[in-house]
T-cell receptor, first 116, second 117 residues
Framework: GAGVSQTPSNKVTEKGKYVELRCDPISGHTALYWYRQSLGQGPEFLIYFQGTGAADDSGLPNDRFFAVRPEGSVSTLKIQRTERGDSAVYLC??????????????FGEGSRLTVL | AQKITQTQPGMFVQEKEAVTLDCTYDTSDQSYGLFWYKQPSSGEMIFLIYQGSYDEQNATEGRYSLNFQKARKSANLVISASQLGDSAMYFCAMRVGYGGATNKLIFGTGTLLAVQP
């Protein structure tokens, strides 16, 4: 498809397990972002990739969270030793670095993570 | 600190009426960008409108307009002629790291708009 694709759309796991969430950005978009949206809140920035490198990972809450983008396209957000507080919708967005004046982000529909 | 504040958790509007969703922001940067996104129940964030801090005119996109008052640090969204399909969560956001840096967005807590027939 033409939009940002995220898989899985829903993931239920048990506390302590390892989880991977995948994001396939719009073709040609060099910038990729991960956000986390808890219930009743706005999206919260986690990490930003420009190409293959993480240009800003200041939003990752702790060292259990890690993300990669090895070929500059698909990205995987990895969460180790999941905790109940990690339950949220994880949104991925992409943009052209120079998207006109706006730097508009295009979002996927998110991956809903539930940690039991 | 950079922050977006949306003080209206929920709003009702009659179909075909206009509605204003409030947004105030806080930043010490001179150059910044302000966005409004719509999030329907499907979860996808849909870009609506953008206002740059140096833009002298208020942004408009179809039925959406942004009432930008720089001195008051407000960037309210006005939706004219509301439609049932406008029922959704609306988020105001500010871009930080302008000019080639992170370009990340800081979001408010959102306003849930319900359009009544």
């Amino acid at each position: 498809g033409a939009g940002v694709s995220q898989t899985p759309s829903n993931k239920v796991t048990e506390k302590g397990k390892y989880v991977e969430l995948r994001c396939d950005p719009i073709s040609g978009h060099t910038a990729l972002y991960w956000y986390r949206q808890s219930l009743g809140q706005g999206p919260e920035f986690l990490i930003y990739f420009q190409g293959t490198g993480a240009a800003d990972d200041s939003g990752l809450p702790n060292d259990r969270f890690f993300a990669v983008r090895p070929e500059g396209s698909v990205s995987t957000l990895k969460i180790q030793r999941t905790e109940r507080g990690d339950s949220a919708v994880y949104l991925c967005a992409s943009s052209l670095r120079k998207q006109g004046r706006t730097g508009e982000l295009f979002f996927g529909e998110g991956s809903r993570l539930t940690v039991l | 600190a950079q922050k977006i504040t949306q003080t209206q958790p929920g709003m009702f509007v009659q179909e075909k009426e206009a509605v204003t969703l409030d947004c105030t922001y806080d930043t010490s940067d001179q150059s910044y960008g302000l966005f409004w996104y719509k999030q329907p129940s499907s979860g996808e964030m849909i870009f609506l409108i953008y206002q740059g801090s140096y833009d002298e005119q208020n942004a408009t996109e179809g039925r959406y307009s942004l009432n930008f008052q720089k001195a008051r640090k407000s960037a309210n969204l006005v939706i004219s002629a509301s439609q049932l399909g406008d029922s959704a969560m609306y988020f105001c956001a500010m871009r930080v790291g302008y000019g080639g840096a992170t370009n990340k967005l800081i979001f408010g807590t959102g306003t849930l708009l319900a359009v009544q027939p």
